[in-house]
């Protein structure tokens, strides 16, 4: 079985522009959770989705936003980035919702310049 | 609040000595608990979880867990560390009903040769 593939491993953006970021879900995996990890930190929850509608969400503003395709993977999108952006953007899925299952991915490492 | 605290930040250990990484926890539900493991600019693996029965968990790479609820903790052990054990090692709570994981810190793991 795969595990979570996510792309692409490093990025790096303007300050102001917009990213994509995307994740493949485990398979048999119906649940995506995004978190964000700054350097020398813990994880932040951004967001879950489950069965392709938000289930959750963390204290993030709108401008992070995201989708989850029929085949369960899924898109994080930042909007107007911002240099606090910069961080590990870690990608999680589970067999279902909530936090028992989930494996992760190896990440996005976002700079923003 | 719901939170995990991990006191300690850093700890160097001999190779071969044994190992105890803290974690102690705020959670309002009954709490499922989590260690993972990062190494330097990887995703995150889970060492081990503890979701309800024998307080005692074994987990992968020869780590252990004891969850002592009048304590609120959920302690990491090994008997003997490799080098390659070295790492960051983060404690995370979560709920079956709940969406997110609440994670601590992290503490980094130094072997000394």
């Known amino acids: 079985e795969t595990g979570v593939t996510q792309s692409p491993t490093h990025l790096i953006k303007t300050r102001g522009q917009q990213v994509t970021l995307r994740c493949s879900s485990q398979?048999?995996?119906?649940?995506v959770s995004w978190y964000q990890q700054a350097l020398g930190q813990g994880p932040q929850f951004i967001f879950q989705?489950?069965?392709?509608?938000?289930?959750g969400r963390g204290n993030f503003p709108p401008r992070f936003s995201g989708l989850q395709f029929p085949n369960y993977s899924s898109e994080l999108n930042v909007n107007a980035l911002e240099l606090d952006d910069s961080a590990l953007y870690l990608c999680?899925?589970?067999?279902?919702?909530?936090?028992?299952?989930?494996?992760f991915g190896s990440g996005t490492r976002l700079t923003v310049v | 609040a719901q939170s995990v605290t991990q006191p300690d930040i850093h700890i160097t250990v001999s190779e071969g000595a044994s190992l105890e990484l803290r974690c102690n926890y705020s959670?309002?539900?009954?709490?499922?608990l989590f260690w993972y493991v990062q190494s330097p600019g990887q995703g995150l693996q889970l060492l081990l979880k503890y979701f309800s029965g024998d307080t005692l968990v074994q987990g992968i790479k020869g780590f252990e867990a004891e969850f002592k609820r009048s304590q609120s903790s959920f302690n990491l052990r090994k008997p003997s560390v490799h080098w390659s054990d070295a790492a960051e090692y983060f404690c995370a709570v979560g709920g079956d009903s709940n969406y997110q994981l609440i994670w601590g810190a992290g503490t980094k793991l130094i072997i000394k040769p």
């Open positions: 999680a899925s589970s067999p279902r919702g909530g936090t028992a299952g989930y494996t």
């Open positions: 398979s048999g995996h119906n649940t």
């Open positions: 989705y489950y069965r392709e509608e938000e289930n």
């Open positions: 959670y309002g539900a009954t709490p499922y």
